[in-house]
Nanobody, 123 residues
Framework: QVRLVESGGGSAQARGSLRLSCIAS????????MAWFRHAPGQQREGVAA???????MYTSSSRNRFIISRDDAKNTLYLQMNTLKPEDTAMYYC?????????????????WGQGTQVTVSA
């Protein structure tokens, strides 16, 4: 049974940094496509960054140049390095994995989800 467990969330001040981790079980981060999504209160869940088996990445206009998605194949772990944080980055962040296809920020393409980790950024 595939399991994704996020960690690394917490509180940060604006312009600070946080690194999120997602440890996968029964799923290979090396051969799959994975992504980070976030869900803020009153808003829809949205994509943040994605990566595929060829290490090709995808970002949104909001995350590009501030966030970096990466993976450690030996640790079977996905990361999201978040820099220059803004209050509008406050949200629950979710790790997601898919069984088929290339990197994507489309919600419905992902089969597996973690439980989320909260990120709160203060001004």
């Amino acid at each position: 049974q595939v399991r994704l467990v996020e960690s690394g969330g917490g509180s940060a001040q604006a312009r600070g940094s946080l690194r999120l981790s997602c440890i996968a079980s029964e799923y290979s981060v090396r051969t799959g496509s994975m992504a980070w999504f976030r869900h803020a209160p009153g808003q829809q869940r949205e994509g943040v960054a994605a990566i595929d088996s060829m290490n090709l990445t995808m970002y949104t206009s909001s995350s590009r140049n501030r966030f970096i998605i990466s993976r450690d194949d030996a640790k079977n772990t996905l990361y999201l390095q978040m820099n220059t944080l803004k209050p509008e980055d406050t949200a629950m962040y979710y790790c997601a994995a898919k069984t088929l296809g290339l990197r994507s920020l489309l919600l419905n393409e992902y089969n597996y989800w973690g439980q989320g980790t909260q990120v709160t950024v203060s001004a």
